[in-house]
């Protein structure tokens, strides 16, 4: 019985040790790939040559916040703040509606998030934020003609902010 449970004990950290390595590759792969979509960002650029570098390390330390406050990995959260990148939005806005999907993901999916659900969130309010109001009322949100008339006057970042209040509630 003292061995199996000692076997049973040595699998299991193996297990979690294997477990942790993946995620640290997932997470340098999803930093690494955030670096990139934040350098390739035209408003970043337009701040100066290396305003990027700046930009992503700002939001990996937003995204380790955001882990020790709740149930998603860091690995996933960047994950999700290069999806949001990759459609346009600079890291004012990434760093806004990132807890939103974060806290939709885990509604949605519990403790067991992967990137993909965050990916598949990001896509459908990355349109929201670009003006797209239909995918707000597919999520149960409704809007009234002159919230839709207003959000499609606003700027990214102030939809951010409109969305962050609305979804908060």
């Known amino acids: 019985v003292g061995m199996a449970a000692g076997f049973?004990?040595?699998?299991?950290?193996?297990?979690i040790?294997?477990?942790?390595t993946t995620a640290a590759e997932d997470e340098l792969a999803a930093?690494?790939?955030?670096?990139?979509v934040l350098k390739n960002n035209a408003s970043i650029r337009a701040r100066g040559t290396?305003?990027?570098?700046?930009a992503s390390q700002e939001l990996f330390e937003y995204a380790s916040e955001l882990?020790?406050?709740g149930l998603i990995g860091d690995e996933v959260i960047v994950g999700l703040m290069q999806s949001l990148g990759s459609r346009g939005f600079d890291?004012?806005?990434?760093?806004k509606i990132t807890p939103i999907i974060a806290d939709l993901a885990v509604q949605q999916k519990g403790y067991n998030v992967t990137i993909q659900d965050t990916e598949a969130l990001a896509k459908g309010l990355g349109r929201a934020l670009a003006g797209n109001t239909g995918y707000l009322s597919r999520m149960g949100v409704v809007?009234?003609?002159?919230?839709?008339?207003?959000?499609?006057n606003m700027n990214s970042l102030q939809r951010a902010e409109f969305?962050?209040?609305l979804l908060s509630k």
């Open 91 to 95: 890291d004012q806005v990434i760093k």
């Open 17 to 20: 040790r294997n477990d942790a």
């Open 31 to 36: 930093q690494q790939k955030l670096t990139q």
């Open 143 to 152: 809007l009234d003609k002159n919230q839709i008339k207003a959000v499609r």
């Open 67 to 69: 882990q020790q406050k």
């Open 8 to 15: 049973f004990a040595m699998s299991k950290l193996n297990q």
């Open 163 to 165: 969305l962050y209040d």
């Open 50 to 54: 290396n305003e990027y570098v700046k």
